[in-house]
């Protein structure tokens, strides 16, 4: 985890900081700690999906298919439980998770076999899974419940702690040692600067790629599985809101959208903020198109920091 | 831009207390650089020297941290290529300065002179087409995507871009690295015919020969400093190399071994053919034995090497490794223990190494998937590093902040490491300097004592014929010579590579 | 023909076209298909289609979903309209975009019938839930329920710059503008749960309580926020979906339950048809609103716990025809067009 | 001839695809190639057409541009102002319409050069900026745009397409001149190698600004031609065009890479994309799947693409 701490990976924890206080003025209840950690449980959410997205990212790819990887696995996820038999049900969650990872199969063949772009590769594919869960919807369509797991995995809390903070904090300190300690995290950032270099030197690239995209769609799917459990139900299109959310909060924390630099210290940070703005403004009753402006703006300003900082270093 | 012929009491460029830093590095020191129109001016030194650092001061890719630069006496500041280009400082870059995805019509338009963001009307083309003719580069066709053609084909068309812009100071930062003999001679024409009319030629070359050939004046540089200028002659060629590293070199090439026939077989492969680039080459490598592959540049040795290593798809032919037939389909396969070969690429930059890692990172890539090896441990890379004097301010650098000597280093102990059985390289010492080129060469000798199999190919033939127990000419995909002993000499390799078969010792190819 | 299923909107005018004789040729053009209530809006208008007294009136019944895009739902109606269908239901992806291309209809002679989401024009029938009043009712509701007085009211709207979010937020402005020192505390929920679920969540934490809760669709997400904060049950205006009515019966939330019912896509077909055959039809048909009162909540007949969350309970409307039963939906094979 | 196809095989693919899928199309429509249908087809071809065409522009020089639909929503937004009136009203209307896309490609492009900031993070945050404006001109869809002047842009002249016409302008009136000017070929210079290009001589800072201004100028061109079929404002219209510009471009054989593609390419693939979503409206595919035939025709035709790959005999070449 150490090892992913860089200045850049701070900026956002700064923000979030600048945040809170700033929200402060208009809204003392910001600092309770039933708003704060209401936030940690939200960001969650977010921080999960983001979380894969890092992986991806550190790659040197990106993929687009989060929103219907998380619906897709939150509809099965649900329609399992929803079925009654306990087995099903207590089958759920894995389910999900398997279905998660074999999307990210899917997308690593068409990135690494195929080598088609995984912009449009990915894209693509969430579009397939969008027309599935349309389908699935359409026809025989069981009734949807969230599983006491799930319920609990995301509004749960520990000792004032929400559980989906938790699960996700547990799930970043694994991966960043997974990525810091095993030589698939080495493999990663180097297919991220250089896949050709890497693949010279002996190294099955194609796996390294289908295993990221299999965790990042594992990541998307628990997110699925949590936001089912938060809303207490599936319902089609869901994970649309997440998408962009998610690029951001990873760039905010510091990695390079080309891939190599980064890790998931920051994207932590990067989740927290957006979270915390998104509902900042959102409480504040700012009309919408000022949220859009207001949003983009600070986004910028946080990367002109760090090439600012980037400059002065230089 | 017409030249005029400058007269030479003033320089056409003056350099005074010339620095560049980057970081910590100090690239150049207070360097002071004259040069003369009308004179070919080499540039000598070792890796990392700054030469090139040097020249991408003149043409304005570089601007020095301190220190003037004065054209025909008149200060200057050159903040962009193209200021530099108004003053006729043309430069035929070391890492070429072709678009890969362009044809050569429109590489040879960019930045030609007259030609802005407007229409291309397209002026000077034919010129650079007759240069291209005299360096033997006639049969590109204008219309061919820049990389689709070879290193030596690029180099060629660099050379003719750089013409084309009518240089009053003309640079050659190892124009010629890639280009065979023969070319080469047709490029040294053009350059004298270029100086007679009064350019002014800055000459970078790690071949002795060369400057030999073409150099009037010669300035040695040594750790980002200016170290001698003086004409060519006034100094033997082991005083200039003595200059250039600091010490005396005895021997460029280790003493060859008496070749010991009995020595088992570790590679052997049979009736090697790929698409209609290899064509039924067969060929085996012994314990200690050094193989050299030679020819002219495409003429399929390099994709035999990369197939060797697993590179190439539906290949034709069988390999065995110390007797047993295996199949290598990927460098994965073949790094495995029980193969274990170990190929070190052509272009170390984006094949070789990961120019954004650290040294170390580097280092550990090869060794990571061998699972009886800890790629972690220093102790793993220390002994080619010592013995290949990497020269490096700390292995958490950027492996981009060294010289492509000593990159090429770093490529060769990160494969050292796996202790490889055979080991396959690809023109290795390309751009390399004479001090890193005789370790290199003594640590291939002392592998190969050791018993490592390994086979060389390479542009230049003083290697294939000072270094090599055996040497095989590669011609349109297939061997036509395979020299060994007395037969190794000059002449026949230089028939082979142009398949002129009329010596005897070529028989028994 | 029932005229008394096409309740005039106030002050509408009246259109009818010369009769063609069947069977007819239909299109139903959808928007964005993405989600629960277009999916059950095409199920509703394909099990309409498959009843017996309306299939011998059809010739050829096509649905097709175009995505958020208003060119592209211009190009299919174009598309139907080339292809000399008589009628073309649709959902409007915006209110100003079809002049053009009611003008071509009118010219090819097809009927247009824009629903739910309709156009600001006045030269075709369009069918809709009036849904100032849907807003009016949810807010008018809960005020009633807390007598008339109340200081702090949370209002849940839904997905910015659609003109159907627009008309009933307007709506529910227009009654608790009346409340005197009301405090009316606004979020964007999207129409979507989880997103309505955050922000109430979020409002929630930071307005401390409120004295009612009036919501647009997603309220499923407004429930789960203030059981989560522990907000006492207070009044609420909820939309119809079948989750939302029973977290309201199993909580005993006071309030009511009104929604968009996806049914109306099966009202639109019944109009095209009326209009075939040269019937006069009011412009604008404001739907009576489907809507059940908290006490009135039963299950399995007015929701149904054994079916998703995210069905939507508007089956129909009995002015109309007997509603769909959810089998009769759900049932609907996808295969079947 | 043959070189030709040979050095434009993406291109050529991508053209054959086209005309297979639109064949089926016509073939599968009962009022069959009428100009009525090549009118509708053509015109909601154009609208992605242009936006890829803004896409290829950000791509070309190894960018992205993220900001695409939210350029077309905003430039919709004011179009829906400006568009009505006078003719020489309507005139300079359009004009500021295509400026204000333009402007928004500059913008992207400084904070892209100065900044020095991945392009597909900036226009992610502009993005959301543009559309923020265009909900202040238009919170919800209104305004109106010259009927006579929408028709003359949206049906047909002689029987041709507008739309068509507009292409071929497009392409033979601006391409083709284009792709010969010192600033076309800086455009492929620097998304190939920007190093090259530097020490050629470029000035590799305004070529990249150039790139996305242009960019932004073609999403300008993109919301007017969607205004001219919609007639109206709206803001909410960005989220479908980013995502499928980037589809359409890679449709087209234009590498992310940078340097590869052209134009013509990038307007073949949105017509494919188009085209694709067309065919469902007769394919007598239940409605209920279409979505899903939709993503996989759209994931093979990606897929025909890519499938050269396979071939390739020497596993190095794949990289790049
Ligand atoms: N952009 C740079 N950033 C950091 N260090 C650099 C940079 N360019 C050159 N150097 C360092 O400056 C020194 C001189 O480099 P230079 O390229 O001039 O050597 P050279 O003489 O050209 O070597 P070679 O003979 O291999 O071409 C080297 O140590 C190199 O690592
Ligand atoms: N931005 C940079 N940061 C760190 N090192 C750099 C940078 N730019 C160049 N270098 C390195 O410094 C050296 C500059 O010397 P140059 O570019 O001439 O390489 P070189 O030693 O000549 O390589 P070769 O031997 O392959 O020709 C190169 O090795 C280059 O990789
Ligand atoms: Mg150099
Ligand atoms: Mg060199």
Not at chain 4, 106 to 134: D, E, H, K, W
Not at chain 4, 154 to 170: F, K, N, Q, S, W
């Amino acid at each position: 985890m150490l090892r992913t701490v860089s200045i850049d990976s701070l900026m956002p924890y700064i923000g979030v900081v600048l945040l809170v206080i700033a929200g402060s003025f208009f809204f003392p209840q910001v600092l309770s700690a039933g708003y704060l950690s209401q936030q940690l449980q939200i960001a969650a959410f977010l921080g999960l999906l983001a979380t894969g997205a890092t992986i991806v990212i550190l790659l040197g790819h990106i993929d687009l298919s989060v929103p219907w990887v998380l619906t897709g696995a939150a509809i099965l996820s649900t329609a399992l439980v929803g079925s009654g038999n306990p087995v099903l049900s207590a089958i759920a969650v894995p389910a999900a998770l398997a279905f998660g990872a074999l999307i990210g199969i899917v997308n690593g063949i068409g990135v690494a076999i195929l080598r088609i772009p995984s912009m449009v590769w990915t894209l693509a594919v969430n579009s397939m899974l969008l027309g599935l869960a349309v389908l699935n919807t359409g026809g025989f369509n069981p009734r949807g419940e969230a599983s006491p797991l799930m319920i609990a995995m995301a509004s749960g809390d520990i000792l004032g702690l929400p559980i989906s903070f938790l699960i996700w904090i547990a799930l970043s300190i694994a991966l960043a040692g997974f990525l810091t300690r095993t030589p698939f995290g080495r493999y990663l950032r180097s297919i991220g600067f250089n896949e050709k270099a890497t693949f010279l030197s002996g190294v099955s690239t194609p796996s390294v790629v289908f295993t990221a995209f299999a965790i990042a769609g594992m990541c998307s799917a628990l997110g699925g599985v949590m936001l089912a459990g938060y809303a207490n139900q599936a319902y089609q299109s869901m994970g649309d809101p997440f998408l962009l959310p998610t690029i951001a909060a990873v760039v905010i924390g510091g990695t390079s959208i080309l891939g190599g630099r980064g890790g998931l210290f920051g994207t932590i940070g990067g989740a927290l903020f957006i979270t915390l703005l998104t509902s900042i403004l959102s409480v504040m009753q700012i009309e919408d198109a000022w949220r859009n402006i207001i949003f983009g703006t600070i986004i910028l300003v946080m990367l002109l920091f760090q090439t600012l900082r980037k400059g002065a270093a230089a | 831009m017409v030249s005029i012929m400058s007269d030479n009491s003033t320089p056409l460029l003056e350099m005074r207390g010339i620095s560049k830093h980057f970081g910590a590095t100090k690239a150049l020191d207070r360097v002071d650089f004259t040069c003369n129109a009308g004179e070919v001016h080499a540039v000598l030194g070792e890796n990392g020297a700054g030469k090139s650092t040097l020249m991408k001061l003149i043409a304005g890719v570089l601007q020095p941290t301190h220190g003037q630069l004065r054209v025909d006496g008149q200060d200057v500041f050159l903040n962009t290529p193209q200021t530099a280009l108004r003053h006729g400082l043309v430069c035929m870059f070391q890492e070429l300065s072709l678009v890969p995805d362009l044809t050569v019509r429109e590489n040879l338009l960019l930045g030609a002179p007259g030609a802005g963001l407007g229409w291309l009307a397209g002026t000077g083309l034919d010129k650079a087409q007759d240069v291209l003719n005299r360096i033997g580069a006639g049969q590109i066709k204008m219309g061919t995507r820049v990389a689709d053609l070879t290193l030596p084909q690029r180099q060629q068309v660099e050379i003719a871009k750089a013409i084309m812009k009518k240089p009053r100071l003309l640079i050659l930062d190892e124009a010629t690295s890639a280009l065979s003999a023969s070319v080469v001679e047709g490029v040294f024409d053009l350059v004298r015919e270029e100086r007679d009319s009064g350019t002014a030629i800055l000459f970078i070359s790690h071949r002795f020969h060369e400057i030999e050939a073409l150099a009037d004046r010669v300035s040695v540089f040594r750790n980002g400093q200016r170290v001698e200028t003086f004409m060519k002659g006034d100094h033997t060629y082991s005083e200039i190399i003595g200059m250039m590293v600091g010490q005396k070199i005895e021997e460029l090439f280790p003493p060859k071994p008496p070749s010991q026939r009995d020595a088992d077989i570790v590679l052997d492969v049979q009736n090697y053919t790929w698409e209609s680039q290899v064509r039924d080459v067969s060929l085996s490598v012994k314990r200690g034995q050094i193989v050299g592959l030679g020819g002219l540049d495409g003429q399929g040795q390099g994709a035999f090497l990369m197939g060797l290593f697993g590179l190439l798809r539906k290949a034709e032919g069988t390999t065995a490794i110390s007797g047993q037939a295996t199949e290598i389909n990927s460098p994965k396969e073949a790094k495995k223990r029980d193969i274990s070969l170990a190929y070190i690429p052509e272009d170390r930059k984006t094949e070789g190494l990961i120019l954004d890692q650290s040294i170390q990172e580097n280092l550990e890539l090869a060794a990571l998937g061998r699972p009886d090896l800890d790629a972690g441990d220093t102790a793993l890379y220390a002994g080619s590093l010592d013995q290949l004097a990497l020269k490096h301010g700390g292995l958490e650098l950027p492996v981009s902040s060294l010289s492509g000597g000593n990159q090429q280093k770093v490529v060769l102990a990160k494969w050292l490491a796996l202790k490889p059985r055979c080991l396959l390289l690809a023109d290795p010492t390309r751009g390399i300097d004479v001090k890193t080129k005789t370790q290199i060469y003594a640590i291939l000798r002392k592998l190969a004592d050791q018993g490592t199999a390994i086979i060389l190919l390479s542009t230049d033939y003083e290697e294939l014929i000072q270094l090599c127990d055996e040497t095989h000419i590669f011609f349109d995909g297939k061997v036509v010579a395979s020299l060994n002993g007395d037969d190794l000499t000059p002449e026949n390799i230089i028939a082979a590579t142009l398949n002129v078969a009329s010596e005897p010792q070529a028989a028994h190819a | 023909y029932r005229p008394e299923c096409f309740a005039p909107a106030p002050g509408t005018s009246t259109i009818s076209y010369d009769a063609k004789d069947g069977p007819y040729k239909l299109a139903f053009v959808n928007g964005f298909a993405g989600n629960d209530w277009r999916i059950q809006a095409i199920q509703s208008a394909k099990a309409w289609a498959a009843r017996p007294e309306n299939a011998d009136k059809i010739d050829e019944f096509t649905v097709v979903s175009v995505g958020n895009d208003s060119a592209a739902q211009i190009a299919a109606i174009d598309n139907f309209i080339a292809a000399g269908y008589d009628a073309i239901t649709f959902i409007a992806v915006n209110p100003t975009a079809f002049e053009p291309v009611i003008r071509r209809a009118e010219r090819a002679g097809t009927v247009l019938v824009p629903f739910d989401n309709v156009l600001d024009t006045d030269k075709v029938v369009q069918i809709n839930e009036s849904q100032m009043e849907l807003g009016a009712l949810k807010a008018q509701t809960v005020m009633d329920i807390l007598g008339g007085e109340a200081d702090k009211i949370l209002m849940v709207n839904g997905l910015p710059g659609n003109a159907t979010d627009r008309d009933r937020r307007l709506g529910m402005m227009s009654v608790l503008e009346q409340v005197d020192g009301l405090e009316i505390v606004e979020v964007v929920g999207n129409w979507d749960t989880g997103t309505s679920q955050k922000v109430v969540a979020d409002a929630l934490a930071t307005h401390g309580e409120f004295d009612a809760v009036v919501s647009q669709h997603g309220s499923a997400g407004s429930i789960n926020a203030m059981q989560a904060a522990g907000h006492p049950i207070v009044p609420m205006g909820v939309d119809g979906e079948n989750g939302v009515r029973m977290l309201m019966s199993d909580l005993g939330i006071p309030g009511v339950s009104a929604s968009q019912a996806p049914a109306m896509s099966a009202i639109a077909l019944e109009a095209a048809v009326a209009l075939l055959e040269g019937n006069e039809l009011p412009q604008t048909v404001f739907l009576p609103i489907p809507q059940v009162n908290a006490a009135d909540l039963e299950a399995g007949v007015n929701f149904f716990p054994d079916l998703p969350k995210s069905f939507n309970t508007g089956t129909g409307f009995v002015e109309c025809f007997e509603p769909f039963t959810p089998q009769e939906l759900l049932g609907q094979s996808p295969d079947n067009t | 001839m043959l070189d030709y196809m040979r050095s434009n095989r993406r291109e050529v693919i991508a053209g054959v695809v086209l005309i297979a899928l639109l064949a089926a199309y016509l073939g599968s429509h009962p009022r069959g190639a009428s100009t009525y249908v090549m009118t509708i087809w053509a015109n909601q071809c154009l609208i992605l057409g242009l936006a890829a065409c803004a896409q290829f522009f950000a791509v070309v020089v190894r960018g992205i541009d993220l900001s695409v639909g939210a350029v077309m929503a905003l430039t919709n937004c004011v179009a829906s102002y400006l568009l009505d009136g006078s003719a020489v009203g309507i005139a300079v209307g359009m004009l500021a319409v295509v400026a204000t896309g333009a402007l928004c490609g500059l913008l992207n492009g400084m904070i892209v050069v100065y900044g020095r900031i991945q392009p597909i993070v900036v226009t992610l945050a502009t993005a959301s900026i543009f559309v923020g404006i265009a909900l202040l001109l238009r919170p919800t869809p209104g305004g109106a745009v010259n009927y006579d002047l929408a028709d003359a842009m949206t049906l047909d002249l002689l029987g041709i397409p507008t739309a068509l016409i507009i292409t071929v302008v497009a392409v033979i009136g601006f391409w083709l001149p284009f792709r010969r000017t010192g600033l076309g070929l800086g455009l492929y210079a620097l998304g190939s190698s920007e190093q090259a290009a530097f020490q050629s001589g470029i000035d590799t800072r305004f070529i990249r600004l150039a790139a996305f201004t242009l960019a932004g100028l073609f999403g300008g061109l993109a919301g007017l031609f969607y205004s001219f079929v919609t007639t109206t404002g709206d803001a909410g219209i960005a989220a479908g065009f980013t995502l499928n510009s980037i589809a359409a471009v890679v449709l087209g054989g234009v590498l992310l890479r940078g340097g590869v593609g052209s134009l013509i390419g990038a307007l073949a693939g949105a017509f494919i994309l188009k085209t694709i979503a067309s065919l469902m409206f007769f394919s007598g595919i239940p409605s209920l799947a279409q979505p899903l035939f939709e993503g996989m025709i759209l994931a093979a035709a990606i897929a025909i693409g890519g499938a050269d790959v396979l071939r390739a005999r020497n596993k190095l070449e794949v990289f790049s």
